[in-house]
């Protein structure tokens, strides 16, 4: 009878935990990720719906007033955005060395312009490929070398 008691109390605690993680997970799934951003006014907006018929409301620009709204294609409806923002598409660079971005064995390239007086500091050979990197600014003349001897790179 001991043993009963003790299973029943241990099915009790089970349950009781299993609750409480039901219950975080609810939270969660109704949690949109942006607890790192409480203290900004950014509000997101995933959709939005016609009252009168629930399809999807699509971003249109009222042109007299200059605004963003949103209209229901199947009826008349619109309202006016909260936001004047759709999206923002915002690229992030990456400066970094451009060495790194050569690829192997360039020196192989026959296309490649060769140069037969550079000097190579690493073997000592002269003999290079050269070109202009095409990801760099188009106001630099930098020309990146690589040595056909040992492929070693840098940059003049």
């Known amino acids: 009878m001991a043993d009963f008691d003790m299973d029943m109390t241990e099915n009790q605690e089970h349950n009781a935990y299993q609750d409480d993680v039901e219950e975080e997970e609810e939270e969660d799934i109704l949690d949109m990720g942006d607890d790192d951003k409480k203290g ?88 290079a490929v050269f070109f202009q990197p095409s990801d760099m600014r188009s106001d630099t003349l930098a020309l990146i070398f690589v040595c056909c001897n040992c492929d070693y790179k840098w940059v003049n």
């Open 40 to 127: 900004s006014d950014k509000k997101a907006l995933l959709m939005k719906f016609c009252p009168h018929d629930a399809s999807m409301l699509y971003p249109q620009e009222d042109k007299r007033t200059r605004t963003l709204r949103y209209a229901c294609r199947l009826c008349r409806y619109s309202e006016e955005s909260e936001q004047p923002l759709i999206f923002r598409n915002t690229l992030k660079t990456e400066v970094g060395n451009i060495l790194n971005a050569v690829p192997a064995n360039v020196s192989d390239d026959p296309t490649l312009a060769r140069s037969q007086n550079a000097n190579c500091s690493n073997c000592g050979h002269y003999e």
